[in-house]
């Protein structure tokens, strides 16, 4: 039986009240803020997009690299709320390019990454896992672990398209 609006909001207040969601909430959005601007230092070539903060589901920003951007590509650093884990992406700039580069990227051998489907809400073209148990906890350690495999990510997938 589905809930009713209603009864979800109730839910949600019950939640609110409790305190914990908006702490949680605050945390990553302020986890993610800093991260976006230590990799923006680190790399003042890769273009930066706005900070996407989500319903609840996703928040992410995109930091890419120019040679990406050229071939109007994306990469994105991901966190999943439900899922609790921070995933990089490759994305393109609309559905026609995610497209094109699924089909290219099926023709490859990409053992470490999944190929998107071309499908209504898939956004990415393809994903990786960069921190399946996030430690927030140790946010320095973990904001370096997420660093050094989208640099990976960022490597391979250059690789794969031949441009450095």
């Not at 993610?32 to 992410?60: C, H, N, Q, V, W």
């Not at 990089?88 to 190929?115: D, H």
């Not at 994903?127 to 997420?146: A, N, S, Y």
Request: charge should be negative; avoid cysteine.
């Amino acid at each position: 039986m589905t809930e009713s609006l209603n009864q979800e909001i109730q839910e949600y207040r019950l939640q609110l009240q409790k305190g914990y969601l908006q702490k949680a909430y605050k945390g990553i959005m302020s986890f993610m803020s800093e991260l976006k601007t230590i990799l923006e230092r680190k790399y003042p070539d890769f273009i930066s997009s706005a900070m996407y903060f989500g319903y609840m589901d996703m928040t992410y920003f995109a930091i890419t690299p120019p040679s990406l951007k050229n071939r109007n590509l994306k990469i994105a650093i991901v966190f999943l709320h439900a899922e609790g884990r921070f995933e990089g992406w490759l994305g393109g700039v609309n559905r026609k390019v995610q497209a094109e580069f699924i089909q290219y990227f099926s023709q490859k051998q990409l053992a470490n990454y999944k190929i998107s489907q071309v499908q209504p809400g898939v956004d990415s073209i393809l994903e990786t896992i960069l921190v399946e148990k996030p430690d927030f906890d140790h946010p320095e350690e973990l904001k370096l672990q997420i660093e050094e495999k989208i640099m990976g990510f960022v490597r391979d997938v250059r690789e794969i398209l031949d441009v450095i």
